[in-house]
């Protein structure tokens, strides 16, 4: 099993920024790679970025240039910069873990940003 919780969220104003983080806990061992979906209201939930535990990351085109995922493996934390955001960005942003038979998720943080 694995815990994660995340941090983080806020409202900020179109054009600021806000660093969510993730904490990981249990059976951490077993984690390769960690990440961040997103879900808006009425919409399906999306990936936003992953990172693998050697530091490979694969971020959603809507975002890239703008987050940036990071994480440290000594903390089994991982951490998403998010700048320059946008109104649509508003959503609940969940960390997550693919585990071997299922994945984890945190309880999920509000980002809202106003326009």
């Known amino acids: 099993q694995v815990q994660l919780v995340e941090s983080g969220g806020g409202l900020v104003q179109a054009g600021g920024s806000l660093r969510l983080s993730c904490a990981a806990s249990?059976?951490?061992?077993?984690?390769?790679?960690m990440g961040w979906y997103r879900q808006a209201p009425g919409k399906q939930r999306e990936l936003v970025a992953r990172?693998?535990?050697?530091?490979?990351?694969n971020i959603v085109d809507s975002v890239k240039g703008r987050f940036t995922i990071s994480r440290d493996n000594a903390k089994n934390m991982v951490y998403l910069q998010m700048n320059s955001l946008k109104p649509e960005d508003t959503a609940v942003y969940y960390c997550w873990v693919p585990g071997g038979s299922r994945d984890y998720w945190g309880q999920g943080t509000q980002v809202t940003v106003s326009s």
């Open positions: 249990g059976s951490i061992f077993s984690i390769n790679a």
């Open positions: 990172i693998t535990s050697s530091g490979y990351t």
